[in-house]
């Protein structure tokens, strides 16, 4: 296997396995005008295995989303070929319109305008909930 190096953008590195194309999902990295890698299940010694995201774009990211699929991940970002940063991703303690509520009698599903809102209610099991009706977030 052979995947160019990156000039500018970022890696999105310690992804448990599996969980990647969920983040390339979330991410929308699917509508991206850019190379993008996906690497799954390479061997790793902290975490057995894992995934590895590779864009070759200096593109937004959106950290709630990654901390969200996976708190843990490090980003590291590249500029003209040279690691300058690795980031260290925590979960956030909200999510807005990142995901959207499965509770039918939410307001959420009848008031299109009113922003998808989720609160870190229990770190350890990572538990999400809406702020409108307390539903718990699905993963």
């Known amino acids: 296997m052979n995947i160019d190096s990156i000039q500018n953008g970022y890696v ?28 799954k299940n390479v ?7 894992k995934d590895i995201i590779k864009i070759d774009a200096d593109i937004p990211l959106n950290l709630e989303i990654i901390g969200y699929v996976d708190p843990g991940i490090t980003v590291n970002i590249i ?7 690795k980031r260290g991703i925590e979960m956030p303690e909200t999510l807005t319109n990142v995901i959207k ?10 008031e299109q305008e ?7 209610t229990d770190r350890e099991k990572r538990v999400y909930r809406c702020i409108y009706c307390e539903t718990k977030a699905s993963r």
Do not use: Q, W
């Open 12 to 39: 999105i590195d310690h992804i448990s396995a599996g969980r990647g194309m969920r983040l390339y999902e979330l991410l929308g990295l699917d509508s991206a005008d850019c190379s993008v890698a996906i690497i």
């Open 43 to 49: 061997t790793s010694r902290k975490l057995g295995k």
């Open 79 to 85: 500029k003209d070929g040279k690691l300058i940063e």
């Open 101 to 110: 509520c499965k509770n039918p009698r939410c307001i959420t599903t009848t």
């Open 114 to 120: 009113i922003k998808h809102i989720f609160k870190l």
